[in-house]
């Protein structure tokens, strides 16, 4: 069974810096898959934060952009969200997703959490 695991979440100061990891195990293909990073903070909607393609085009919610970056190690089967200038509306747990839409595949993370504070 495919499992993404994700690692870096923490407490941070305002405008720090963290580094998410995720990593795919028993995942076939992993350099097809779309990978995503997403958030839910308290009380709030699960939002889009990045993603990044199998030919590493990258989108980005216009709140992170131009402070948070997705990368991908197709090696390791791993997916990076760098987030630099953090605000305490960063806080949230993010969530790891692998999307192959074509062959209906779908998969989440168990989440890490994430706060800004000072």
């Known amino acids: 069974q495919v499992q993404l695991v994700e690692s870096g979440g923490g407490l941070v100061q305002p405008g720090g810096s963290l580094r998410l990891s995720c990593t795919a195990s028993?995942?076939?293909?992993?350099?097809?898959?779309?990978m995503g990073w997403y958030r839910q903070a308290p009380g709030k909607q699960r939002e889009l934060v990045a993603t990044i393609t199998s030919g590493s085009s990258t989108n980005y919610a216009d709140s992170v952009e131009g402070r948070f970056t997705i990368s991908r190690d197709n090696a390791k089967n791993t997916v990076y969200l760098q987030m630099n200038s953090l605000k305490a509306e960063d806080t949230a747990v993010y969530y790891c997703?692998?999307?192959?839409?074509?062959?209906?595949?779908?998969?989440w993370g168990q989440g890490t959490q994430v706060t800004v504070s000072s």
């Open positions: 997703n692998a999307d192959w839409s074509v062959a209906g595949l779908k998969y």
């Open positions: 028993r995942m076939r293909l992993f350099n097809i898959y779309v």
